[in-house]
């Protein structure tokens, strides 16, 4: 698995433990904001890969950015993302992207998924890295190394935080 691969498969994580508090009378709208077009491309490809979010979640993915990245031409369209702001759509979650930010102000009112968003999920990290990482036992790995993990990514994600807490605990800072 590369890291677009991970990504994709942590956004999936994300979308099955958002869809199990969605309300189904109306279409929950997302927005993949500034991700690259390996990265959106990994994440609409993991979402038609589970057979739980395929059939939930439509795409509407920038032909001209997404072309060639081997997804199906139902996913693709020509269409701006703010045409998808209010467009109607039979299925659970409409999931859309922009390449950068033109159309972010815009489309303020979806429920944006840039990098910031993923990284901060540090249990959907944890537990999907889990089957790929080297730290298993036996029968996986065990609550001690999944908390050590968790902490070593809330470390990397938090880099100042840590600098400060290292500097408190050998006497640098008070």
């Known amino acids: 698995m590369d890291t677009n691969q991970l ?5 999936a994580a994300y979308f099955v433990t958002r869809l199990k508090d969605t309300d189904t009378s109306t279409t929950a709208r997302y927005l993949l ?6 990265q959106t491309a990994a994440i609409a490809k993991a979402i038609l890969e589970n057979s739980v ?10 032909a001209q950015w997404l072309q060639g990245h081997g997804l199906p031409d139902r996913c693709l369209t020509q269409e701006r993302a703010t045409f998808y702001r209010n467009a109607p759509c039979e299925k ?4 859309i ?18 990098s910031n968003q993923l990284r ?23 609550n001690s190394h999944r908390d050590a993990l968790s902490v070593a990514l809330r470390m990397t994600l938090a880099p100042s935080r840590v600098i400060l807490y290292v500097c408190i605990l050998i006497g640098c800072v008070s």
């Open 92 to 95: 659970s979650v409409l999931l």
């Open 33 to 38: 904001d500034s991700l690259s077009a390996k």
């Open 7 to 11: 990504i994709g498969r942590i956004a």
């Open 53 to 62: 979010l395929e059939p939930q979640i439509e795409l509407k993915l920038p």
């Open 120 to 142: 901060s999920h540090i249990d959907l990290w944890v537990r999907v890295s889990e089957p790929s990482a080297a730290i298993t036992e036996k029968n996986g790995p065990s």
């Open 97 to 114: 992207a922009t390449p950068g930010d033109d159309e972010r102000q815009s489309l303020a009112d979806l429920t944006i998924i840039d």
